[in-house]
């Protein structure tokens, strides 16, 4: 009985030294993927339902700077369709580092409002947790800024060392 199992497609979906640099540029933009997803749920909720999401703590810090409904969706997907059009640019350029920028601000004051609700101990709407719930609940929005901005980190560096071999 064979118990050897074949898995070819696994394989080579898998990082090796010949598609190391290629892969790590993949896994690197998941975390804009992800920003950018997460943006447009949040806008799709802001216009589909009531204003709810907005009172959410991630997005409540962004409402407080966009406080009109439809203005905040637009910046959601505004931010979003700069991302997915930096994704899509196939040469690594401070354009396509530029057009994430719009989407780590966003991020970042979506951050900045959850760590405002760990440190204080409530979310945004008033509601009293402890601050080891609010860190469980809220740290997703922190990694998200990180993640993105360790993407941004990698792209100039990348953009750099091209500049550095050129030279």
């Known amino acids: 009985m064979n118990t050897h199992i074949h898995w070819p497609h696994l394989r080579a979906s898998l990082p090796t030294s010949r598609n190391w640099g290629r892969w790590l540029r993949g896994a690197t933009m998941m975390g804009v993927w992800y920003a950018i997803v997460l943006h447009l749920v949040w806008a799709t909720l802001i216009l589909a339902t009531d204003n709810a999401p ?87 929005a922190v990694l998200a800024l990180l993640v993105h901005s360790a993407t941004i980190i990698y792209l100039a560096y990348l953009m750099w060392e091209r500049e550095q071999v050129e030279a």
């Open 54 to 140: 907005a009172k959410a703590t991630p997005v409540a810090a962004v409402a407080r700077i966009f406080p009109a409904r439809a203005g905040l969706a637009i910046i959601f997907v505004t931010v979003a369709f700069c991302a997915l059009l930096s994704i899509y640019q196939s040469r690594l350029s401070v354009l396509k580092i530029s057009l994430l920028i719009p989407q780590q601000l966003i991020l970042g004051v979506s951050a900045a409002g959850a760590i405002h609700a760990m440190t204080v101990g409530h979310y945004a709407d008033g509601v009293i947790r402890p601050k080891g719930f609010l860190i469980a609940d809220q740290l997703p």
